[in-house]
């Protein structure tokens, strides 16, 4: 509870740190993090009964409820936008975002990774020793594809559903915090 009385807002915290060996651990300091700043921070492994990684798909389907109820239930959402296993945000919290933003509530994204999207899809090109290609005035993939170059830190329409809210991709997950924090509660 705030000093006033009221709850403190409810934000989800969307992002692979799931799959990371120390997850609890991971979401335990991120909710404390939130505490600092008045913010009660809710993760995946608030799901009733667990996340499990693996199972049946009546499991999986079970999990994807229950994260709608719990985004559904929350005043925002900070997204990990760090690259997962490519070159791209994890799609789970793409997906997370877009309900989210869907909405009409606020999503604060983070990467740990600078690099804009188009950069780190050309690095992962060149090791797999196909360049891309110029395209008309951007670039392609030797099949033709085009690539999006925006200078976002992902795809414009997920960088779109953090950059909406009016705070930039931030730095770290505190720097985050501390943006939506901003959003939640304007002087």
């Known amino acids: 509870m705030s000093e006033g009385g009221e709850a403190n807002p409810r934000v989800y915290l969307a992002g692979p740190d799931i799959y990371h060996p120390r997850a609890a651990e ?3 300091n ?3 993090i939130c505490e600092r700043y008045g913010i009660e921070g809710v993760t995946p492994l608030d799901i009733d009964g667990g996340r499990a990684h693996s199972g049946s798909a009546d499991d999986g389907l ?3 409820r229950a994260a709608r109820i719990m985004i559904a239930g929350c005043d925002a959402l900070i997204a990990n936008m760090t690259p997962f296993r490519g070159p791209g945000i994890d799609a789970a919290t793409a997906l997370e975002m877009g309900l989210m933003a869907g909405y ?3 999503v604060v994204g983070y990467s740990l990774d600078s690099q804009i999207y188009k950069d780190r899809l050309a690095l ?3 090791e797999i020793d196909e360049d891309l290609v110029k395209s008309g005035a951007g670039l392609a993939s030797r099949d ?3 690539v999006e170059d925006f200078g976002l830190a992902d795809s ?3 960088a779109g559903a953090a950059l909406t809210a009016g705070a930039p991709i931030a730095e770290d997950f505190e720097a985050a915090v501390r943006w939506l924090r901003r959003l939640l ?3």
Do not use: D, E, H, V
Request: hydrophobic share 40%; proline share 8%; no cysteine.
């Open 26 to 28: 991971i979401a335990a």
């Open 30 to 32: 991120k909710k404390s």
């Open 62 to 64: 079970g999990i994807y």
């Open 104 to 106: 009409g509530r606020p």
């Open 124 to 126: 992962l090109f060149q």
């Open 144 to 146: 033709g594809l085009s």
């Open 156 to 158: 414009a329409i997920t």
């Open 185 to 187: 509660r304007p002087a």
